[in-house]
């Protein structure tokens, strides 16, 4: 089992950073590949970003491919998304997820475990 919690969302303007948190408990997150998820208002819940357990492996979703990084450090049991070069369309409610398997899956469907979620604003 592996409990998630998402934090560093907020209000920023277009062309701007921020950096997403996710801190996990449950002995379980060194061989669990995490992943990270978005849904914007009146959407389905879209793949973002994931990484395998070690941080060898990373994919991500076009759309945000070259302008966001997904890293992990197991040591402290975290898991971030840095999100440079912001738009509007960006703006969503970002969710951390684990699953049990070690490789880093683009179907929301192969992950267990997720957080509450942390809202992303970008104004134009």
């Known amino acids: 089992q592996v409990h998630l919690v998402e934090s560093g969302g907020g209000l920023v303007q277009a062309g701007g950073s921020l950096r997403l948190s996710c801190a996990a408990s449950g002995r379980t997150f060194d061989s669990s590949a995490m992943g990270w998820f978005r849904q914007a208002p009146g959407k389905e819940r879209e793949f973002v970003a994931a990484?395998?357990?070690?941080?060898?492996?990373?994919n991500y979703a076009h759309s945000v491919k070259g302008r966001f990084t997904i890293s992990r450090s197991n040591v402290n049991k975290m898991v971030f998304l840095q999100m440079n070069n912001l738009t509007p369309e960006d703006t969503a409610v970002y969710y951390c997820?684990?699953?049990?398997?070690?490789?880093?899956?683009?179907?929301?469907?192969?992950?267990?475990?997720w957080g509450q979620g942390t809202l992303v604003t970008v104004s134009s």
């Open positions: 990484v395998n357990w070690n941080g060898g492996v990373t």
């Open positions: 997820a684990g699953r049990s398997g070690d490789t880093a899956e683009y179907s929301r469907d192969k992950y267990d475990y």
